[in-house]
């Protein structure tokens, strides 16, 4: 198995959704986002939230950005991934995008914060888990207007049975993509090693990434959201777009009377 290296100097957030693997997913895994957006903002809607500042950590390559800036609302998105910072930049021209680490960058004070595709998940570097997840909850909670919001989805144990690997590929014009799924059980680690091969002239180049994501129990999730004072609801759909076996959707609420 051969790996494309680490430029010397790069950030953790170059090992993921490199160029090749950034532009395969805008063009073939915007499922996701898109029919999640009408559900979020109906939440929004719900909670009196018309407008104002939107933080959305692991913004990727600005589908859900660009429909929020639709909906006239302000958009700031962060990603470790230079490559998607690059795409979201000329989707969503008038949202700000920021690359950087979504468990140590500024959250501003805005009325709602979303992280959408289970981005959360995702261990960038070391030492990510549930103690930095919590302390995010927190930075969140502080972050928010009285009334805000805070929605985001995340992958649970049981993605993979027990003593399998699971194995797909898909493939569009111009690329191909193949997915190799692990899950290790006892440390609620999945593993997903991902080959691409994309069309430059006469024929393909290949590349590889590795991603491990950390997977949460809901009532752990909840427990921690919970000491962080927000008001807590879990589901598995979007509106009416039920997310994929094995996902729950957290909206947390900070209440009215609850200083920053």
Request: aromatic share 10%; with cysteine; charged share 25%.
């Amino acid at each position: 198995m051969t790996r494309s290296p680490k430029a010397a100097g790069s950030s953790d957030g170059d090992r993921f959704y490199k160029k090749d693997l950034a532009h395969i997913h805008d063009l073939g895994f915007s499922e996701y986002a898109v029919r999640s957006a009408p559900g979020i903002l109906g939440i929004f809607r719900r909670n009196g939230i018309n407008g104002g500042l939107v933080v959305d950590l692991g913004c990727g390559s600005g589908l859900w950005a660009a429909l929020l800036t639709g909906a006239k609302y302000r958009v700031i998105g962060i990603d470790a991934s230079p490559a998607m910072i690059r795409i979201a930049h000329g989707r969503a021209p008038a949202a700000e995008f920021r690359v950087g680490s979504l468990y140590r960058t500024v959250i501003p004070q805005c009325a709602a914060v979303t992280s959408v595709g289970e981005c959360l998940n995702y261990a960038f570097a070391s030492g990510i888990g549930l103690t930095s997840l919590t302390a995010l909850f927190h930075r969140v909670h502080k972050a928010l207007d009285p009334g805000g919001l805070f929605i985001f989805d995340l992958a649970t144990p049981g993605q993979v049975p027990r003593s399998t690997t699971v194995k797909t590929f898909t493939e569009g014009n111009g690329w191909m993509v193949a997915v190799e799924k692990q899950e290790d059980h006892r440390r609620a680690i999945l593993t997903r090693r991902i080959i691409t091969f994309t069309k430059r002239g006469k024929g393909y180049r290949r590349d590889e990434e590795l991603h491990r994501l950390r997977l949460y129990s809901t009532s752990e999730v909840v427990e921690r959201l919970e000491r962080a004072r927000f008001k807590v609801t879990t589901g598995h759909h979007y509106g009416t777009y039920r997310l994929p076996p094995a996902h729950v959707v957290f909206i947390a609420r900070k209440q009215a009377w609850n200083n920053r």
